[in-house]
């Protein structure tokens, strides 16, 4: 059974930084191209970065270019994000994604594996 878990929300100010975590498990971790998506109350989920199968291709949404890093591991089963420079208009629920694909895709119905989520809320 495929799972991923999100590990790494919290609360900080704006500025802040955080990492967030995902955890991979009950796959072939090297097949899946994995993504980013979040979702601000009364938004629909959106985009924020990918990470190919291994990770030599990324792609990220233009309001986070510059300021969030994704990484993996695939040895650990871990993909990153790094979140730097924090506005409050990056509060959300953040979701890993994951799915068996050549392609770094960007839209919430290219992945079939979602964890749960793990809230960011960033402070003005």
């Known amino acids: 059974q495929v799972q991923l878990v999100e590990s790494g929300g919290g609360l900080v100010q704006a500025g802040g930084s955080l990492r967030l975590s995902c955890a991979a498990s009950g796959l072939t971790f090297g097949s899946y191209v994995v993504a980013w998506f979040r979702q601000a109350p009364g938004k629909e989920r959106e985009f924020v970065a990918a990470i190919s199968r291994f990770g030599t291709n990324t792609k990220y949404a233009d309001s986070v270019k510059g300021r969030f890093t994704i990484s993996r591991d695939n040895a650990k089963k871990t993909v990153n994000l790094q979140m730097n420079s924090l506005k409050p208009e990056d509060t959300a629920v953040y979701y890993c994604?994951?799915?068996?694909?050549?392609?770094?895709?960007?839209?919430?119905?290219?992945?079939?594996?979602w964890g749960k989520g793990t809230l960011v809320t960033v402070s003005s």
């Open positions: 994604a994951g799915d068996v694909t050549l392609v770094v895709l960007t839209t919430p119905d290219d992945y079939d594996y």
